[in-house]
């Protein structure tokens, strides 16, 4: 019984001193853009979705003319590849949502 009383006593002293291991971690936040590059860094993050909402547009506009030429020979359609780019859309479309959820 004495050297359960002995943890305890020693416990509470580790925890009246403060252990490193019970401080608190510090939220960040957002962060903070470095001085004068805030706005360019997202200039260029506004060309990337650009280019790649348009990347988006071509592969459904490159599959959906392979599927016709496939059709129109009389070949099987590959689906398969259209599910891979309508994927990549909706990825590149909830990106920054994602991104705001993981951090």
């Known amino acids: 019984m004495s050297r ?9 002293l580790v ?5 490193w291991w019970a401080d608190p971690v510090p ?9 004068g590059v ?11 979705a650009y280019l790649a909402s348009a990347a988006c547009v071509a ?5 959906a003319a392979r599927m016709a030429i496939a059709h129109r020979r009389g070949d099987d359609t590959n689906v398969a ?16 949502g994602i991104v705001g959820a993981l951090i």
């Open 59 to 63: 592969g459904i506009l490159f599959c």
């Open 27 to 35: 939220d960040p936040g957002g962060g903070v853009a470095p001085p």
């Open 81 to 96: 590849q259209l599910g891979w780019v309508l994927a990549a859309c909706v990825l590149i479309g909830a990106a920054s």
């Open 38 to 48: 805030g706005g360019h860094v997202l200039t260029i993050l506004q060309w990337i």
């Open 4 to 12: 359960l009383a002995d943890v305890l006593v020693q416990a509470r």
């Open 15 to 19: 925890h009246a001193a403060g252990a």
